[in-house]
């Protein structure tokens, strides 16, 4: 197996991860600071999408498609959590799922009026549309792109989270959300804020795996799946959690795929083999969560002591 294959596979590995980072981050902090469950986050990522192709259609910048996605979306996570969000964080998870899960099914009929039930595949840019000499080998320009931007919002998130004052705010709700307010926190200004956040960064990974995968109406529920799966191995409410969690279940599912068949052609026929690796591939992700969660129930790196 060349070594040119196992380094594009590992980048691709690391590109899913980050993308995974993205929506999972905002999710572990509406779940660790509100105690809320909402499944209506791969919605916003879906919305993302859609706005970042319809700007990059109306003015042919994929910058400004992007910024008009941050901004679109989060709007309209800051409006889905003050008309409906807000009145759930008191009330159990099943109501919570059972409200989320309904805005999943308005979000889609909304977006299939607005924009038709057929995919948009999103070009990407001329100038990022080639591959990029990297260490001997050829990789796609786009997805190094998509690479730097992911570790760049991670550092963003560090930053804001560890070393501003809105930050130490986030970690003390996470940590204990009735000594927050005792201590003075505008609590519900704060899970505005932070749903916004969210949402921005749901826009984000939807602008960037438009050209990647096609832009369609239930684009957000699959990947949400594999978020949820990040937060559970990384901890409820945990920043780094989120991001470890996201890199191993991006780079398993990235390695699993390309190199199992390689292993099992060893052991069955050709056509099984293909099959049977992405297959078990898709397997070892929840085999991981189950691990982790059977060793350390918490997480990884669980922001609740």
Do not use: K
């Not at 859609?50 to 910048?61: F, H, K, P, R």
């Not at 927050?180 to 932070?194: N, S």
């Amino acid at each position: 197996m060349p070594l040119s294959l196992i380094a594009e596979q590992l980048l691709n590995g690391l590109q899913l991860g980050l993308m995974l980072f993205l929506l999972a981050a905002g999710l572990t902090l509406v779940f660790g600071i509100m105690d809320m469950i909402n499944l209506a986050h791969g919605s916003l990522y879906m919305i993302g999408a859609y706005i970042a192709a319809s700007v990059i259609e109306a003015s042919g910048s994929f910058l400004l498609g992007i910024a008009g996605a941050i901004a679109g979306t989060a709007l309209v996570g800051v409006a889905l959590e003050m008309t409906l969000l807000r009145r759930l964080y008191r009330r159990s998870h099943l109501s919570q799922v059972l409200a989320t899960f309904a805005v999943i099914l308005i979000a889609n009929e909304i977006v299939r009026m607005i924009w038709g039930s057929q995919p948009i595949l999103l070009g990407m840019p001329p100038a990022l549309a080639g591959p990029a000499e990297l260490l001997g080998f050829r990789y796609p320009a786009y997805r190094l792109v998509v690479i730097g931007v992911g570790l760049a919002m991670a550092l963003f998130l560090w930053v804001l989270v560890t070393r501003t004052r809105a930050g130490m705010w986030v970690r003390a709700g996470a940590s204990d959300r009735e000594m927050a307010e005792v201590m003075g926190v505008d609590t519900r200004t704060l899970f505005t804020l932070v749903f916004a956040i969210g949402a921005a960064l749901a826009a984000v990974a939807g602008a960037l795996l438009g050209p990647l995968l096609a832009v369609q109406v239930g684009m957000g529920e699959n990947i949400l799946i594999l978020a949820f799966v990040v937060i559970s191995i990384g901890g409820i409410g945990s920043i780094r959690g989120a991001l470890v969690g996201s890199l191993l279940v991006g780079l398993l599912d990235t390695a699993g795929r390309a190199f199992l068949p390689f292993l099992f052609r060893a052991m069955f026929p050709s056509m099984i083999a293909a099959e049977a690796g992405p297959a078990v591939a898709s397997v070892l992700i929840y085999v991981l969560m189950a691990a982790v969660l059977c060793f350390r129930p918490s997480g990884l790196f669980p922001a609740r002591g």
